[in-house]
């Protein structure tokens, strides 16, 4: 997805332009941050993805300077920043609930922060500045506006300008497009990616939604009740996600549940209720243990005829491009299988109630710790 127009995935010989070293947030006995590591790159595009209070925005906090860690250190361009104030970081956040003024209109709005600097800068350079950023953010001549006659996507770019207009070397996003309607959210994570690559800024960005961050991101840290337990490109986390819980939040996956039985290199064998079934070894499992057999759903092939796995069809949801089945086997339980369209084409769609084998191979199966 990217384009050669704009610059490339960050090489590794450079600096980090911010890091996290081992930093913790604790609030009273909450522990929001327990020892984030993290080094991001200048001109990433860099996504924090978890479930609500994991400490997406604890971490995004930190970085701006709204925290100071409780232990640990976070540092910008090579120099410790633990107590600098967020204004005198080259760091801009859009937040959670981006509050724009409401009763100030969109140049305002905009202008607002460089308005306070002082010596003030003078009117015509402000408003040239409103200018070229409302450009960006594909809102010309929307100045005069009030934010209560804009909609959420134009308010949600108001808020974006308002952090843009400072050029900061990172852009911080806390779930910038929470407020927008799925249409409009998929716009407006296009334009954030050509704004990105177009600026050539580092994104720093928080989200829920695995899509976003699967769509949008260089890498992904995936965060789970403070801490960092996957890091890594979009692709390799979803084929080699180091956890159930990586593998469950990223993706759908289909588990089942078993003893490890064997191990053999890369491979292991797990016994299932329906018999043995091997697998990639996914992290480090311990023969004599349960563990899953983690297949994604596009990887089960569904026939008529034959397969490892007798099935009865449950339920067919069209998708559009596939169709999604859930299948029922005695021992296994209910599971979830994706058929493309072409598929569907050559051996015909299943039908609610019908009998049908399924299988997968064991190269489309990993074997993950149950946790
Ligand atoms: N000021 C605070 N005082 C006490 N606890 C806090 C404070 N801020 C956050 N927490 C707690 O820290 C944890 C992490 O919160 P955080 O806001 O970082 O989560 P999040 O991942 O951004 O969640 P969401 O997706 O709901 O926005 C939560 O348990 C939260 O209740
Ligand atoms: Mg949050």
């Not at 003078?122 to 506006?145: C, N, S, W, Y």
């Not at 952090?163 to 927008?180: H, S, T, V």
């Amino acid at each position: 997805m990217h384009s050669t127009a704009y610059p490339q995935a960050p090489a590794s010989d450079q600096n980090p332009i911010a890091e996290f070293r081992a930093a913790s947030k604790h609030y009273g006995e909450v522990v929001a941050a327990d020892a984030i590591s993290l080094s991001i790159m200048p001109g990433e595009f860099l996504s924090f993805l978890g479930p609500s209070g994991c400490g997406k925005t604890t971490a995004l906090r930190m970085l701006a300077g709204f925290e100071a860690p409780t232990s640990g250190e976070m540092l910008l361009d090579g120099v410790r920043v633990n107590d600098l104030p967020p204004h005198k970081r080259p760091v801009n956040m859009v937040f959670q609930h981006y509050a724009l003024f409401p009763h100030m209109n969109v140049a305002d709005n905009i202008s607002y922060g460089l308005r306070q600097q002082r010596p003030k800068p003078a009117a015509a350079f402000v408003a040239q500045k409103v200018a070229e950023t409302l450009e960006r953010v594909r809102l010309p001549g929307f100045d005069t506006r009030r934010i209560w006659e804009m909609s959420g996507g134009q308010q949600q770019r108001v808020a974006l300008a308002r952090a843009l207009i400072n050029q900061p070397k990172i852009l911080l996003l806390d779930e910038p497009m929470a407020a927008l309607d799925r249409k409009l959210r998929r716009e407006m994570q296009i334009e954030l990616q050509s704004l990105q690559r177009a600026l050539g800024i580092t994104f720093v960005l928080v989200t829920h939604d695995q899509e976003e961050a699967l769509s949008m991101s260089d890498r992904i840290c995936i965060m789970r009740a403070g801490r960092i337990v996957q890091i890594g490109a979009p692709r390799d986390l979803y084929d080699a996600p180091n956890s159930r819980y990586v593998a469950d939040f990223v993706g759908k996956s289909n588990f089942f549940e078993g003893t490890l039985s064997s191990v053999s290199g890369l491979m292991g064998a797990v016994d299932l209720p329906t018999g043995p079934g091997r697998g990639r070894l996914g992290q480090d499992v311990a023969v004599g243990r349960k563990v899953s057999l983690s297949v994604r759903p596009e990887q089960i092939y569904l026939s008529p005829t034959g397969g490892a796995f007798a099935v009865q069809v449950r339920n067919r949801i069209f998708l559009g491009e596939h169709t999604e089945y859930l299948v029922n086997n005695p021992s296994l339980g209910d599971f979830l299988v994706l058929v493309s369209r072409q598929t569907e084409a050559t051996l015909g769609a299943f039908d609610p109630g019908q009998d049908a084998f399924a299988d997968w191979t064991p190269e489309a199966a990993l074997i993950l710790n149950n946790d």
